[in-house]
Every structure is written in structure tokens, then in C-alpha cells.
């Protein structure tokens, strides 16, 4: 069943939210008037200070000293603000202003990726400046290239199981905070990895936020997702905090009977003692059931003539009764910091993954050379297991 149509076949989708968020914007000061009248200044970075003038205030001969004001005010440490990146932790692996960076950093936020309506990476990453995609597959995000090389996929700051693109490592783009591609050879931050460029993934985890939210999406080929994101404090003093994402997809692939579903979930803890201390546990699981998404047709039929005719576009190569294509992913892992002063901070890392993939397809291979009347297709049948 088709709820919509579009010429690029991209999901339309509409979705309901909600969220809450907390910000102070007041900065007060008070005078030492007699009447002990208060003025009010508002600050439109959202910080807040309290400040009372002292009683032991004396105007200096001459002239009239006025109270002090002193206004309390962290810096700007928003990593994003709407469709903009200030920040990213991927250039140095710290915290670190993107105009501070030596060396070619792009950014592509929650708040994009949700405007683009992008359903993978892959159409995440359309708008970043030299990538280039020539396939779009339900099995991988990486038929593409970065300066002429497929860009290595970091999550969180570290690397994700090296397969081929067939049972590659994959993200929802619900469960994704921000994209991060980093231009040029990054062995010295990151080892091993195409010259090209890296793409980290930075994942929504726990911050301490509350957050509530939840999305529906219907779209073309009888799409339907629920999405969810729900985090806040454990505790009164915000020691403790969590989040949990997760998404739920059906549908039905582009060609083919066959059905396209995902389950997807992240939950997180984390635990901050003191400002200067955190540690982050957090899993995701991710299972897909659904066809694979090469369908080869040949050139001639349908960019260039054939004596038979046309072939249609929604000619469907594969197998119904042999085609499918599952795939289970999983990790747990932790993040931990603890900044001494202003210059020293230690941070360390670690998580484990598994992924394995049961591919079974039936895929076109071009007209049959053995038929003089360019009227057979050859196919091809496969088995790909990977644990």
C-alpha cells in the first residue's frame, strides 16, 4: 500500500512531539536605592546570577559610586545550536571549538537530519561537500566516497567492526546526536582508516536533560515507525541520570514482496558525582529483517534501446521464496572522564560488539549473451553469513 509518492522514493513522513527544557534568563541586581527598588536585566545567552549591593558602599568624593553588578555566566558550550555546530570532539578528541580545528571538519546535526527527512547515513551525508553516492542499499550505508575513497564509520570515537559493505555496522538515524566527518588522514588520532575522511556517528546518551518525546511516521511502500526518546535525572541532585532511545519499523521494500522491518534500541546511565567527573554505561541492539536491495537491470531495456521493448522499472529479478536478508547487531561500552584542572583531563573508552548477517539473494547479472534476441535475463544466486 502506498500512502505517498515522490520522485527520489524517500519516506514522507509526519511526526508528533514533545519535549521539555529547562533554561534560567535573568540576571538580578539590587540597588541601594531608599525605596530598595530591584532592576531586572535579562541576558540572552540564558545564564542567571544573583548580586545585592554591599550597605558598606560609600560614593568617592567628587562623585557617585555605583553598586556592583557581577553576573555569573558560563561560556557557550553548546555543541549545537539548531542546524549549526560549534563544537566537536572528533578533530582533537576534545572538546574543542570547530574554528579552533586545524584541519577540514563538517557537521551534520540531529536537527538536519530530521529536516532532510533522511532514513540512513547515507542520505544524511548527501549535503556534505565531495560526497558522493552511486547505490542506495538496505544493507549498508557506505556505497559512497569521500575524496575518492569510502570514508571509514566511527561511533562514539572508536572504530566499528572493518566487514564489507554486505554486513556492514549500522545506525538508525533516530538514535544519531550529530554526523562528523573529518577530512584527510586522521591515523594519528584514529589509526588505521582511509585516507579519505572519517565519519563519527556521536550517539544520544544520557546528559542529565529531561526529555520526552515520541514520533510516529507513516510513508510510501506502507511505512510505519514509532520513535522514542525519553531521558531524564534519577536523583534530586542529578547524580544520576538515563535515556532511552528506541525505534520500530514495518514496511515493505521498494521491489519485491518482501517486508522491511527494524527494531532498535539504546539505553544509557550515566553518573556524575561532581563537575568534574562522569561515567557513562550504555548498550544498543539493532535486528533487520528485510530484502536485499540489488536489482539489477541492464542498460538495454532501459537507458538504452531494446528490440523487445521497454523494461519496466519495477521488474522484480529476485526470488520471493529464496530472497532474505537479516541482521543483528549489539554492544556494550562505557565513557569515562575526570578533568583535573583547566589543562589536564583524562579520558578513556572501551566497548564491545558483535554483529552477524544471513543473506540470501537472487540478483540480476545483465541480458543473457547466450539469447541472440536480448530477451533473458542472467541472474545470479547467492549465501553471505557473517558472525
Known amino acids: 500500500m502506498e500512502w505517498a509518492t515522490s520522485t527520489r522514493m524517500r519516506a514522507i513522513s ?8 529547562a533554561a534560567a534568563g535573568h540576571a538580578w541586581a539590587q540597588t541601594d536605592a531608599p525605596q530598595g527598588a530591584t532592576r ?59 574554528n579552533e580545528i586545524p584541519q577540514t571538519i563538517n557537521v551534520v546535526t540531529a536537527e538536519q537530519i530530521e529536516m532532510t527527512r533522511a532514513t540512513d547515513i547515507n542520505q544524511a551525508l548527501r549535503y556534505v561537500p565531495g560526497f558522493s553516492t ?34 556492514s555496522w549500522r545506525v538508525d538515524p533516530y538514535m544519531i546526536d550529530s554526523l562528523s566527518v573529518l577530512r584527510g588522514p586522521t591515523s594519528v588520532l584514529y589509526g588505521q582508516g582511509d585516507p579519505g575522511a572519517i565519519v563519527d556517528v556521536q550517539s544520544k546518551i544520557a546528559n542529565g536533560e529531561r526529555i520526552r518525546e515520541m514520533e510516529l511516521q507513516i510513508g510510501n511502500f506502507a511505512r510505519k515507525q514509532i520513535a522514542f526518546d525519553i531521558g531524564d535525572r534519577i536523583d534530586k541532585d542529578g547524580t544520576l541520570s538515563y535515556r532511552v532511545v528506541g525505534v520500530a519499523r514495518d514496511g515493505n521494500v521498494q521491489l519485491g514482496p518482501n517486508s522491511d522491518q527494524r527494531v532498535a534500541l539504546s539505553p544509557s546511565i550515566k553518573w556524575q558525582p561532581d563537575a568534574a567527573t562522569s561515567f557513562t554505561l550504555y548498550a544498543t541492539y539493532l535486528q533487520d529483517w528485510t530484502d536485499t536491495a540489488s536489482n539489477f537491470l541492464p542498460a538495454s ?39 583535573f584542572n583547566s589543562v589536564w583531563t583524562v579520558r578513556q573508552s572501551a566497548r564491545f560488539m558483535h554483529l552477524s548477517t544471513d543473506d540470501w539473494s537472487v540478483y540480476g547479472g545483465g541480458l543473457d549473451e547466450a539469447d541472440p534476441t536480448m530477451a533473458s535475463l542472467t541472474r545470479y544466486a547467492g549465501i553471505f553469513q557473517f558472525n
Do not use: C
Not at 568624593?61 to 557581577?70: C, H, Q, V
Open 301 to 339: 531495456g532501459t537507458v538504452l534501446p531494446n528490440p523487445n521493448g521497454v523494461i519496466s522499472n519495477n521488474l522484480y529479478v529476485g526470488d520471493p521464496d529464496f530472497d532474505r536478508y537479516g541482521k543483528r547487531q549489539a554492544s556494550i561500552g562505557y565513557q569515562f572522564e575526570h578533568q
Open 134 to 167: 552511486y547505490s542506495s542499499d538496505n544493507r549498508s550505508d557506505w556505497y559512497s566516497a569521500l575524496r575518492g575513497f569510502t570514508p571509514t564509520l566511527f561511533v562514539d570515537g572508536l572504530s566499528v567492526p572493518n566487514t564489507i559493505n554486505l554486513a
Open 40 to 98: 531586572q536585566a535579562q541576558s540572552s545567552d540564558s545564564v542567571s546570577g544573583n548580586a545585592a549591593s554591599s550597605g558598606a558602599d560609600q560614593p568617592a568624593a567628587g562623585g557617585e559610586t555605583l553598586p556592583t553588578i557581577p553576573v555569573l555566566a558560563n561560556g557557550d558550550k553548546d555543541a549545537t545550536v539548531g542546524l549549526v555546530a560549534r563544537r566537536s570532539a572528533t578533530g582533537t578528541k576534545t572538546d574543542t571549538p570547530i
Open 14 to 21: 509526519t511526526a508528533a512531539g514533545m519535549a521539555f527544557y
